[in-house]
């Protein structure tokens, strides 16, 4: 089992910045791949960034490419979504995730995901 918190939400104006953090506990944070994820209500969930067990492979929703960053820190379980330039569209809850796999690879749809957090919810101002 894998228990997962999100934190660094808020509420924001556009074009600012905000870093989300997920700390992970119980199994071993760096055999597990992870992303992040966002919803609307009303919405299906959607992907928004994934990163690999090692950090070394990273996928992005295109319309976040060039503004969000994901990261990870093993050393200390946790995962980062540094996120640039916001817009009132992604005004939304974010989940980090995390995949029960040892494939060094990312993973983009939400059924692939094992453990969930609760979320964070951000906002954005226009």
């Known amino acids: 089992q894998v228990q997962l918190v999100e934190s660094g939400g808020g509420l924001v104006q556009a074009g600012d910045s905000l870093r989300l953090s997920c700390a992970a506990s119980?199994?071993?944070?760096?055999?597990?791949?992870m992303g992040w994820f966002r919803q609307v209500p009303g919405r299906e969930r959607e992907f928004v960034a994934a990163i690999s067990r090692n950090g070394g492979t990273t996928e992005y929703l295109d319309s976040v490419k060039d503004r969000f960053t994901i990261s990870r820190d093993n050393a200390k379980n946790t995962m980062y979504l540094q996120m640039n330039s916001l817009k009132p569209e992604d005004t939304a809850l974010y989940y980090c995730?995390?995949?029960?796999?040892?494939?060094?690879?990312?993973?983009?749809?939400?059924?692939?995901?094992?453990?969930w957090g609760q979320g964070t919810q951000v906002t954005v101002s226009s």
């Open positions: 119980g199994r071993t944070f760096r055999s597990n791949p």
């Open positions: 995730a995390a995949v029960d796999s040892t494939r060094y690879t990312t993973f983009t749809r939400s059924s692939d995901y094992d453990y």
